[in-house]
């Protein structure tokens, strides 16, 4: 679906962050989340998925307890 769309987009960026960009087009809709080489595709019911799934994902590092945060190494802030 968004390969035939990603042909006649027209992104314009709304955000971009150390690791991230988000594009959004101005025709069809089609949001853009770019990290490194990977760029993921999507509507913006998916996109707000994706946000609450990785809050969830951030939430669950710094639960006290969880053992999560111990397995991880230290690379400074990310």
Excluded: Q
Excluded at 1 to 17: H, N, Q, Y
Excluded at 49 to 76: F, K, M, N, Q, Y
């Amino acid at each position: 679906m968004f390969d035939e769309i990603a042909k006649t987009c027209r992104p314009r960026s709304l955000v971009r962050g150390r690791v991230a960009r988000i594009d959004l087009c101005s025709d069809c809709g089609c949001v853009s989340v770019h990290v490194g080489p990977t760029t993921l595709r999507m509507d913006e019911h998916t996109l707000r998925s994706l946000w609450l799934t990785l809050r969830e994902a951030a939430e669950a590092l710094d639960e006290p307890g969880s053992g999560v945060r111990a397995a991880l190494p230290i690379r400074g802030n990310a």
